[in-house]
């Protein structure tokens, strides 16, 4: 094998393309078990984005059961999941576009079964014994403040159905018995997110599908609760973080029992439905993914004894996880493996993969794992990271360089990032930069307290932790201190934001759709997040002078480093605004600046040429700032007050 050849870190040339990870990304996700039958929904950049669901057996290959255009995507809390169902190879979804539910029937005919558009519809449940749907919906008629949530019966020959429950402000997981007689379903009131506090009810459910006898059977405003879930006996069972850990629990009549006590999650911040970490194989065991100090790992519990027993996979990273006999099907990934559709033996733990996001990887040589750190952080708090070194066997920095650094962290802001192997991450590291990225203290995956250290600090405990691990590398001789850039997404936006203004460690930031102005965001975001700045950033009244303290925008003659900004033009949770004001304020003082904004996005990116066009950007943008030529051909990016460097 040649020497390496010796290059500017940021100008090595790569097999990672912006156009290969943006056409070979494929979201997977939902996950489904029909009987000899495994589905899930995978996206398709080369199709805009669009969600479709697919089916696969080990006998055959997968093929697609929702045609263009459906996109089987809810917009229900905006952020969604819970978007299909399936039984006896029916499917049920919800559509994006007009947010219908759609029936696909055995024979592939596809036909609407609500008509009211103004509905939206999510997290699904069969009631095949009264040939209908249970489900969320988030009615969006005119006449009201904000959205009317509920629960609601939908008919399985078509018509808007009719109202079961409606007397919180948010519900999820509505999810009915076996023998279809009683139903459970979680709800929680503003100002709480359901990480914060929700209620465990059940009620009868009668012989005409009426709702009968709600009670209440658990939780509270300081009591997360989260998948509940009916075993085959009966026994309804629900995981709850009163522990300090999100845990599972039986439900009994003198409250709930504890099954498998542990220091590690079996649950995850509700931001989208539909989530699912354990499932039965059998009355007696249950089968779940627990997640530690970040990283998760499969096991079995026995029921009568509470007892955990590994199950032996390479998998450090379970997304959603469903149960069938004798096998479990997972969005896993690891290290080494992108997110796939996998089917894992519960006995030996030997995996098939269904599908996979990346289907031609690079060489292994440019996908080193990435070292796990915990890192000193400001008032004597502790924050993790994963560390990626550049990795390439092509290319090495001249001697006495160190290499640029790019911070990045999770948006969320309670979600956690993972070790799972992301071309994304690795188109950076294949080019000669190193990247952490940082589980702040907010981040789920290491218990409630660390979760709610950033109650009433967002904008400070995250920040800190992101300045604290780029310290840390460059204090150690891993990245060069005068070449470190801060990058983030949504609420990590805000953090890029919040970094570049207060402190001085950063050279350069990307936002892509970040959060600018707290007031601004109070004032223009959807029901689901309303009141979640009461948490993030404090009560009422101190809030005019908290986001004056707090806002990138109140304090534009902090920030003097250069930025680029990406923006969907379609988002509606954190909308345009908040990053055209942002621009507008940089350039009146003469900052370098970029602006790329794309018609037909909206809060997150799914198109494969805004995808690559983003990536492409953002390094170009880079090499300008810290002085290096990228090794790919690219469209240029107008920067305003480039004159600067």
Request: negative net charge; aromatic residues 10%; glycine residues 10%.
């Amino acid at each position: 094998m040649p020497a390496p050849m010796t290059a500017p870190y940021g100008s090595w040339r790569s097999p990672i393309t912006a156009q290969a990870v943006a056409a070979g990304s494929r979201p997977l996700s939902a996950p489904r078990i029909d009987g000899a039958q495994i589905q899930w929904l995978e996206g398709l950049p080369a199709e805009g984005g669009r969600l479709a669901a697919v089916r696969a057996s080990l006998q055959r290959d997968a093929e697609a059961l929702t045609p263009s255009p459906y996109n089987v995507r809810s917009r229900v809390h905006e952020y969604g999941g819970g978007a299909w169902i399936v039984s006896g190879g029916v499917a049920y979804f919800s559509n994006f576009a007009d947010n219908l539910v759609y029936r696909r029937g055995t024979d592939g005919h596809v036909q609407a079964l609500t008509r009211e558009s103004a509905h939206r519809h999510a997290d699904f449940e069969l009631d095949p014994g009264r040939r209908r749907l249970i489900a969320v919906r988030e009615d969006h008629r005119a006449g009201s403040h904000e959205p009317r949530n509920l629960l609601v019966a939908l008919p399985l020959d078509g018509g808007d159905g009719e109202e079961l429950v409606s007397v919180a402000d948010f519900y999820a997981a509505p999810r009915l018995s076996a023998d279809g007689r009683r139903l459970a379903w979680l709800c929680w009131n503003h100002p709480l997110m359901p990480f914060n506090g929700t209620q465990l009810w059940v009620a009868e459910v009668g012989d005409d599908g009426a709702v009968h006898t709600p009670r209440c059977i658990a939780g509270s405003d300081t009591e997360s609760l989260c998948q509940p879930l009916w075993s085959p006996d009966g026994q309804l069972y629900v995981v709850s973080d009163r522990s300090g850990f999100w845990n599972l629990y039986c439900v009994e009549e003198t409250g709930l029992r504890p099954v498998c006590p542990m220091r590690a999650e079996f649950g995850r911040p509700q931001w989208v439905f539909g989530q699912s970490l354990y499932g039965f194989n059998g009355p007696d065991e249950i089968v779940a993914a627990c997640i530690d100090q970040g990283e998760a790992r499969l096991g079995r519990i026995d029921v009568a004894s509470g007892r955990w027993t590994a199950i032996d996979t390479e998998f450090t990273d379970f997304d959603e996880i469903r149960v069938g006999a004798g096998f479990a099907v997972a969005v896993a990934g690891s290290p080494t493996r992108p997110h796939q559709v996998v089917r894992i033996d519960l006995l030996t733990g030997a995996h098939d993969v269904l599908a996979t996001s990346f289907s031609d990887l690079p060489d292994a040589a440019y996908l080193q794992a990435p070292q796990s750190l915990t890192v000193p952080s400001f008032d004597g708090r502790s924050t993790h990271a994963f560390f990626y070194p550049p990795a390439s066997p092509d290319c090495a920095g001249p001697p006495g360089e160190l290499p640029p650094l790019i911070v990045t962290s999770h948006g969320g802001p309670t979600s956690l990032s993972t070790n799972s192997l992301r071309l994304n991450v690795r188109y950076w590291t294949s080019r000669g930069f190193a990247v952490v990225d940082v589980n702040y203290g907010g981040s789920n995956g290491f218990g409630r307290t660390y979760m709610n250290a950033l109650e009433g600090k967002w904008g400070i405990v995250d920040v800190e932790d992101c300045v604290a691990a780029a310290r840390h590398l460059a204090e150690r001789g891993l990245v060069d201190a005068d070449r470190m850039a801060i990058r983030g997404a949504s609420a990590s936006g805000f953090t890029t934001l919040c970094a570049l203004t207060f402190h001085d460690v950063f050279k350069a930031g990307a936002s892509y759709f970040g959060v600018s102005d707290l007031a601004g965001l109070d004032a223009d975001t959807h029901k689901f997040e309303s009141r979640y700045t009461s948490y993030l950033v404090g009560p009422p009244s101190d809030r005019e002078r908290l986001y004056r303290e707090r806002s990138p925008l109140a304090h534009t003659d902090r920030l003097s480093c250069p930025m680029i900004f990406f923006q969907g033009l379609d988002d509606k949770v954190v909308v345009p605004a908040q990053s055209e004001v942002m621009v507008r304020a940089l350039k009146e003082r003469g900052i370098p600046v970029a602006y790329l904004a794309f018609e037909g996005e909206g809060h997150g990116f799914r198109r494969l040429e805004t995808i690559r066009r983003t990536l492409e950007a953002e390094l170009y943008f880079y090499g300008r700032v810290f002085g290096f030529e990228p090794a790919d051909p690219m469209e240029p990016v107008e920067i305003i007050g480039c004159q600067h460097f």
